[in-house]
């Protein structure tokens, strides 16, 4: 596709429900990314990806978060037990390789609300 | 422990005016800075980025510059436009190439 692809937009769930977030990164970009922003806050980083493997994951909240990635394409986070706090705007990014020259390519984010 | 600070959440500057973002850091590991900018409902997008190695960058409007002895850089938009009104965000990364972001500024600029 053209750009980073997040699926759903929106999603309202109650809390203890499971949920799953998709991302489709740009063809042929190597290297992933999942951040999250809570309202009024900055962007957290929680895990990135090199082809399917996480060098990175110390930025996952809790054990209830998990992401995965196949096919060098695809990437799903999933957040088992939701809880209020995990209410934010989840955002996927996608780059060609390594992070040498900024261009990190942004989806529009997947919104969540934890009621 | 908040890595990538910008103490001001919000700024309005007249459209022509100079505006200038700052952000200051904590790890020394640092080497590489980048700006993005954030439109509402949209990604963030790559605005410009600046080495450790050098002291400034400029891309036409957009200059940043850093000051490695204070741990602090600055972009500096020049003349300011009404379209430039947007959260900026100021990044660091090291070499492992994870980006921390701050917790952005918003800047409003008005006729």
């Known amino acids: 596709g053209a750009g980073v692809s997040q699926s759903p937009s929106n999603k309202v769930t109650e809390k203890g429900k499971d949920v799953e977030l998709r991302c489709d990164p740009i063809s042929g970009h190597t290297a992933l990314y999942w951040y999250r922003q809570r309202l009024g806050q900055g962007l957290e980083f929680l895990i990135y990806?090199?082809?399917?493997?996480?060098?990175?994951k110390s930025g996952l909240p809790s054990d209830r978060f998990s992401a995965e990635r196949t096919g060098e394409s695809v990437s799903t986070l999933t957040i088992q037990r939701t809880q209020q706090e995990d209410s934010a705007v989840y955002l996927c990014?996608?780059?060609?390789?390594?992070?040498?020259?900024?261009?990190?390519?942004f989806g529009e984010g997947s919104r969540l609300t934890v009621l | 422990d908040q890595q990538v600070k910008q103490n001001s959440p919000s700024l309005s500057v007249q459209e022509g005016r100079i505006s200038i973002l700052n952000c200051d850091y904590t790890?020394?590991?640092?080497?590489?800075f980048l700006w993005y900018k954030k439109y509402p409902a949209e990604g963030p997008t790559f605005l410009i980025s600046?080495?450790?190695?050098?002291d400034k960058n400029e891309d036409g409007r957009f200059t940043v510059f850093l000051n490695k002895s204070a741990k602090h850089l600055s972009l500096h938009i020049v003349p300011s436009q009404p379209g430039d009104s947007a959260v900026y965000f100021c990044?660091?990364?090291?070499?492992?190439?994870?980006?921390?972001f701050g917790t952005g500024t918003r800047l409003q600029v008005f006729p």
């Open positions: 790890n020394s590991m640092f080497d590489y």
């Open positions: 990044a660091a990364s090291d070499h492992t190439d994870k980006l921390i």
């Open positions: 990806f090199q082809g399917n493997s996480a060098p990175d």
């Open positions: 990014a996608s780059s060609l390789w390594r992070l040498n020259t900024g261009e990190l390519f």
């Open positions: 600046i080495s450790s190695i050098k």
